[in-house]
């Protein structure tokens, strides 16, 4: 449970990300019967938004794949291309209109599933064949100028989803074409997220931010221990989750504490595993060295609590 010091920061950021005014604030805390009201009905505006959408989404594919047989191949590229593209421009429209603005997020989400698969039915309808990847690489780009450009404009979440998605698929692309070592590309695309994914739990697209910082973090971790596997420094990877857990508590990010705390689990599993399996001191010294460092943020809170936090007047006298 966050201390009321955590919980004050915690609402400072979110005025500041939000741009709230102070009598905005103090409006909400009175008039709390508004408030609830108009949260009742943005759950009620979200569920109907999302329920409708996925019936759109369904009656689309399900339309499609019974006449797909029969269409042709321009036919075929209109159905999938042209919708996704009709759905994106009404996406658009409904995020300045403040009745249907709950509906964009779902509609931009459908949009940046049928856009991408139509630009990779008109390339296999019409290409002559080629390496796999250079379409892939084309797609990305595509949608990562369309979803970032929107974005700047429009500065919705989803949008910030969907550019972070297809600008990490076009670098994974674009360095497995130029025949980089994978655990570097992955190494790269996962510290890349963990740095977005900061910048994001300081924004007004924290919401998104717990996703990112799991796929950066795992993806970190993972090329970092292939890496160090077998090292004679391989004890640095101890060292590597231990400053994600200090990130993750700097962040207050759960998803990311989880993470970092099982690779440090697991990593002194298998530390134990192949080096102390059968020696019954190791387990001890873990438990020793365990409740030493529990001791150790114990007095330091209590020293941060009474020295670090104290008021000015009484560190001036």
């Known amino acids: 449970m966050p201390s009321k010091q955590e919980a004050l920061q915690a609402i400072i950021d979110i005025v500041k990300n939000h741009q709230l005014s102070i009598q905005e604030v103090i409006a909400a805390l009175t008039d709390t019967e508004n408030i609830t009201k108009q949260k009742t009905t943005g759950i009620l505006s979200r569920i109907f938004g999302y329920v409708g959408s996925i019936l759109v989404f369904a009656g689309?594919?399900?339309f499609i794949g019974m006449q797909w047989e029969q269409l042709a191949s321009i036919e075929r590229i209109a159905a999938i291309l042209g919708t996704g593209f009709i759905i994106f421009l009404v996406a658009v429209a409904a995020i300045d209109n403040p009745k249907y603005e709950r509906a964009a997020t779902p509609l931009l989400l459908i949009a940046a599933l049928f856009q991408p698969t139509g630009i990779f039915v008109m390339l296999d309808e019409l290409s002559?064949?080629?390496?796999?990847?250079?379409?892939?690489?084309f797609v990305s780009l595509i949608m990562l100028i369309q979803q970032g450009f929107i974005f700047l404009q429009k500065k919705k979440t989803a949008l910030a989803f969907t550019t972070i998605f297809f600008e990490s698929?076009?670098?994974?692309?674009?360095?497995?074409?130029?025949?980089?070592?994978?655990?570097?590309?992955y190494f790269m695309i996962g510290l890349s997220l963990m740095l977005i994914s900061w910048a994001l739990g300081h924004s007004i697209h924290q919401a998104i931010s717990s996703f990112?910082?799991?796929w950066g973090s795992l993806s970190l971790l993972i090329t970092s221990f292939d890496f160090l596997?077998?090292?004679?420094y391989e004890v640095l990877f101890l060292g590597l989750a231990a400053i994600l857990i200090y990130v993750s508590i700097t962040a207050q990010n759960r998803t990311l504490l989880l993470v970092s705390t099982l690779a440090m689990l697991s990593y002194i599993s298998h530390y134990t595993y192949t080096h102390f399996n059968d020696v019954l001191g190791w387990p001890i010294v873990l438990i020793i060295c365990g409740v030493a460092f529990i001791g150790i943020g114990a007095i330091a809170m209590k020293i941060n609590t009474k020295f670090m936090n104290a008021p000015a007047e009484l560190t001036k006298a």
């Open 60 to 62: 689309i594919c399900i």
């Open 229 to 232: 596997k077998n090292q004679t």
């Open 169 to 185: 698929i076009f670098f994974i692309t674009a360095l497995e074409l130029l025949e980089v070592d994978g655990n570097a590309i």
């Open 212 to 214: 990112w910082y799991f």
């Open 128 to 137: 002559h064949g080629s390496d796999p990847l250079y379409g892939v690489l």
